[in-house]
């Protein structure tokens, strides 16, 4: 008898979180993709088959354990802006809960929580901002060692390569390439060559660690005509390293591309 009654209590309560799951549901993009620089927003929102019976507690978004904004049961938005430095706001209208950053940089991508709690149950997912390809460009200069290059505003990390004319230089002693993260998570990449002079121009390009393909290229003039000779205007330029010679040396920089679409 009792025995029965326990069976019979925990098949009604099964039964009723299975019912209560499917009642209530939560909608997020698993995905949503962003271009640099550009807004993108994340939203969630709630859906019941008995939306009148529906009394939203509790909703909101975070990421890492943090809340960024917040809903509380009379409907109240709050915003947690200080805590992040990323530029951001949400609303909260119909039920869903929008998270809006104003220009996404790398530190905006992620992975962010969005939570339910209602008198229908308690329901979580997850969405991920992710940074599409990025390269602010390559500015190539020479110094007194040879041709160098700069690319600034990189996402994901790449790999610098060096030709001249058609032939791939090797990644030797000659060939540095160091990196460093800037604000928002941004990527900067510095790499020189210790090449001679030469009248055919260097090309430093670079290759993203995502996709593979070139984001960002260009070419470096690097001519005798601008070092030959021991007593001239240019050569005490360029020895003055590469920042002042940078001005004296022709070059072409180029942007090939911006997104991966
Ligand atoms: C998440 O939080 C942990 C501990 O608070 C911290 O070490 C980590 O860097 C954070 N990750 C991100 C992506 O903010
Ligand atoms: C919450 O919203 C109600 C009206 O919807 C308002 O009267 C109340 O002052 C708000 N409370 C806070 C803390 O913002
Ligand atoms: C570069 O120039 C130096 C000095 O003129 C010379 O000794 C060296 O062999 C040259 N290297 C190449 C690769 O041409
Ligand atoms: C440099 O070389 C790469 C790889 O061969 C090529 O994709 C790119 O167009 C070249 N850039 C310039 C400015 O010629």
Same mark, same amino acid.
């Given at each position: 008898?009792?025995?029965?009654?326990?069976?019979?209590?925990?098949?009604?309560?099964? =039964?009723?979180?299975?019912? +209560?799951?499917?009642?209530?549901?939560?909608?997020?993009?698993?995905?949503?993709?962003?271009?640099?620089?550009?807004?993108?927003?994340?939203?969630?929102?709630?859906?019941?088959?008995?939306?009148?019976? *529906?009394?939203?507690?509790?909703?909101?978004?975070?990421?890492?354990?943090?809340?960024?904004?917040?809903?509380?049961?009379?409907?109240?938005?709050?915003?947690?802006?200080?805590?992040? @430095?990323?530029?951001?706001?949400? &609303? $909260?209208? /119909?039920?869903? *809960?929008?998270?809006?950053?104003?220009?996404?940089?790398?530190?905006?991508?992620?992975? %962010?929580?969005?939570?339910?709690?209602?008198?229908?149950?308690? *329901?979580?997912? %997850?969405?991920?901002?992710? *940074?599409?390809?990025?390269?602010?460009?390559?500015?190539? %200069?020479?110094?007194?060692?040879? @041709?160098?290059?700069?690319?600034?505003?990189?996402?994901?990390?790449?790999?610098?390569?060096?030709?001249?004319?058609?032939?791939?230089?090797?990644? /030797? &002693?000659?060939? &540095?390439?160091?990196?460093?993260?800037?604000?928002?998570?941004?990527?900067?990449? /510095?790499?020189?060559?210790?090449?001679?002079?030469?009248?055919? @121009? $260097?090309?430093?390009?670079?290759?993203?660690?995502?996709?593979? +393909?070139?984001?960002?290229?260009?070419?470096? %003039?690097?001519?005798?005509?601008?070092?030959? !000779?021991?007593? !001239?205007?240019?050569?005490?330029?360029?020895?003055? &390293?590469?920042? =002042?010679?940078?001005?004296?040396?022709? $070059?072409?920089?180029?942007?090939?591309?911006?997104?991966?679409?």
């Amino acid at each position: 008898m009792t025995g029965f009654t326990a069976l019979h209590v925990l098949w009604l309560t099964s =039964a009723f979180t299975f019912a +209560r799951e499917e009642m209530v549901r939560l909608h997020v993009s698993p995905r949503v993709a962003a271009a640099a620089g550009r807004p993108a927003a994340l939203r969630c929102s709630v859906s019941s088959e008995r939306p009148s019976h *529906l009394r939203v507690q509790h909703m909101e978004w975070s990421r890492n354990k943090t809340t960024l904004c917040s809903v509380n049961s009379r409907g109240n938005l709050s915003t947690n802006a200080q805590l992040a @430095p990323s530029d951001f706001h949400c &609303g $909260y209208e /119909d039920q869903q *809960l929008v998270l809006v950053f104003n220009r996404v940089r790398p530190m905006e991508s992620g992975r %962010y929580g969005c939570k339910l709690q209602s008198n229908q149950g308690a *329901l979580h997912q %997850y969405t991920v901002l992710e *940074l599409e390809e990025h390269s602010g460009g390559a500015e190539g %200069y020479v110094t007194r060692h040879g @041709p160098a290059c700069r690319f600034r505003h990189v996402h994901p990390d790449g790999e610098v390569h060096w030709f001249h004319g058609s032939r791939r230089l090797p990644h /030797d &002693g000659r060939h &540095g390439t160091t990196k460093r993260v800037e604000d928002g998570g941004w990527l900067s990449i /510095d790499s020189h060559l210790r090449r001679n002079a030469s009248e055919e @121009p $260097y090309n430093c390009s670079l290759r993203s660690a995502g996709s593979g +393909r070139v984001i960002a290229s260009a070419l470096v %003039y690097h001519t005798d005509a601008l070092l030959e !000779g021991d007593g !001239g205007h240019a050569p005490s330029l360029l020895r003055n &390293g590469g920042a =002042a010679a940078a001005g004296a040396v022709l $070059y072409i920089s180029t942007s090939l591309l911006f997104t991966l679409q």
